[in-house]
Nanobody, 118 residues
Framework: QVQLVESGGGLVHPGGSLRLSCATS???????????MGWYRQAPGKEREMVAT???????NYAASVKGRFTISRDNAKNTIGLQMNSLEPEDTGVYYC?????????WGQGTQVTVSS
């Protein structure tokens, strides 16, 4: 059993910043157990999309729409990953989900709402 718990969402004005965190727990709680971890988001009426991922070897990948504004990181000591989001735009609004993968197995958190609005 793997639990991923997101935190840090909220309401922010355009141009503002938020930081999301994802903590792992359960039978597989060390983030080093996962091949890749990342953040996905789903806006109302749209499909879930990849935002940013980071591998065990610290290789990162970003969606084109967030590159240069968002930064994904991992803290092995705290078993957490983070997503620093700067220069937020209304188009960034959605539910943000933490994801962890081991080979073909994928685990998801419950999601945290991010709303960017004036």
């Amino acid at each position: 059993q793997v639990q991923l718990v997101e935190s840090g969402g909220g309401l922010v004005h355009p141009g503002g910043s938020l930081r999301l965190s994802c903590a792992t727990s359960g039978s597989i709680f060390s983030i080093n157990s996962f091949d890749t971890m990342g953040w996905y988001r789903q806006a109302p009426g749209k499909e879930r999309e990849m935002v940013a991922t980071i591998t065990r070897g610290q290789t990162t990948n970003y969606a084109a729409s967030v590159k240069g504004r968002f930064t994904i990181s991992r803290d092995n000591a705290k078993n957490t990953i983070g997503l620093q989001m700067n220069s937020l735009e209304p188009e960034d609004t959605g539910v943000y989900y933490c994801n962890a993968r081991i080979l073909i197995e994928a685990y998801w958190g419950q999601g945290t709402q991010v709303t960017v609005s004036s």
